[in-house]
């Protein structure tokens, strides 16, 4: 069911970094935002797929890992992302971050369909990922998605005083979300 899809999709910032996933399953996945909407049907999104330890070390190396948690610098060696999934744009049209959002989730659910989790990524040091992997001025770079099989457990929790996420001491990850009613606004 597609909920238990969504509740499932968390955050994930440690995985089983033994756990590959193959070139043959991130096609699988991009198929997936491949065949979702995309606005004026201008299809302007590409991706770059990478699963080798080479290249998940290169874009490790450009991402700012969890804002909230002050006392923790990122997934220690073994607790790293398998692979990654780059996003690009090559044009600049009015609704292009929907694009970006609609892609990211359809392939953020196709991952926890297929047993693994992952991790959106904004906070990217743009200049240096497109020096290491040669990426053409052309492209613009919104996002890119960490991949693996979870190693941590998130839950989710209803908003008592604040919005940021945490850890409690055995390492548990609470998401703090909105009660429904609170979200619905009745002119």
Known sequence: MLKDLILKNRSYRRFYQD????????????DLARNSASAANLQSLRFMLCNTEEENDKIFSCLSWAGCLKDWDGPVESEKPSAYIVLLTYSKGTYILADVGIAAQSILLGAVEKGFGGCMFGSVKRDKLRELFHIPQEYDIPLIIALGKPREKVVIEDVKTDIKYWRDKDGVHHVPKRKLEDLIIKF
């Open 19 to 30: 756990e590959t996933i193959s070139l043959e399953k991130l096609k699988e996945l991009v």
